[in-house]
């Protein structure tokens, strides 16, 4: 596959597997992310070309400059996954303001920066992909997840609201809502043996990120098989 694939948060976690994944089919993908030590870590599992870039997605002006860089040197960017998201559960009124600006800053604040920097590009060529991960906590309300929950309804609005305005062209974009995965998100709950491997989940996003006769994805929901074992 001949194609550009930038994805957010590709640090650990879901954002790796998609990484390695993509490289492994021969596409030059971006890694973007807060930590440049995680970053260097992906990349040294990737078979094929890659870039790095360090960014911090709750800033529109970084979120500009790196992905200016990234179609200087790279080129036009044909997969834009944004995966980056943080998450403080608890109570609501034990909450912080800095995880509260946190999560909405990050969560949803980065996916509508990310996502304007490739629209015009998209949309001049009319082609692209866009994915924006969502959990299900975009689906439905959970304890100890209210802001958390917030930011994501947030995306779950902004990415049906663009599909829409999409609509004319043959820009795709699409949320993916799955359960809770072992990535370091979850902590040290992510040893459940009912939690999702996130290559498996990056194989199922994966298989929607590609053109498919008469068929239109919207969202691709994902929940945990809690009767599997």
Excluded at 121 to 134: A, E, L, P, S
Excluded at 193 to 208: Q, R
Aim: glycine letters at 8%; charged letters at 25%.
């Amino acid at each position: 596959m001949d194609m550009n694939v930038v994805i957010t948060g590709a640090g650990s976690g879901l954002g790796a597997s998609l990484a390695k994944k993509y490289s492994d089919l021969g596409c030059h993908v971006c890694l973007l992310g807060r930590t440049q030590t995680k970053l260097i870590r992906t990349a040294e599992t990737l078979t094929n070309n890659h870039s790095i870039y360090e960014v911090d997605v709750s800033s529109k002006q970084d979120v500009a400059k790196v992905m200016h860089l990234i179609k200087e040197e790279v080129g036009a960017i044909d997969v834009l996954i944004n995966n980056a998201g943080v998450g403080s559960f608890d109570l609501t009124e034990n909450l912080t303001e800095e995880s509260i600006h946190q999560m909405i800053d990050i969560n949803l604040k980065g996916t509508i920066f990310c996502t304007q920097e490739v629209l015009d590009d998209m949309k001049k060529r009319n082609q692209g992909y866009i994915v924006n991960i969502i959990s299900l906590s975009g689906k439905r309300g959970k304890a100890t997840e209210s802001v958390y929950s917030a930011s994501k309804f947030g995306v779950r609005g902004f990415t049906e609201s663009l599909a829409l305005e999409l609509e004319p062209t043959a820009v795709r974009i699409f949320g993916a809502y799955m359960g809770n995965m072992k990535t370091e998100l979850w902590g040290g709950a992510s040893t459940e043996e009912t939690f999702m491997e996130p290559d498996d989940v990056a194989d199922i996003i994966m298989g929607n990120i590609k053109p498919q006769k008469n068929i239109l994805v919207e969202e691709v929901v994902i929940k945990n098989d809690k009767n599997k074992y």
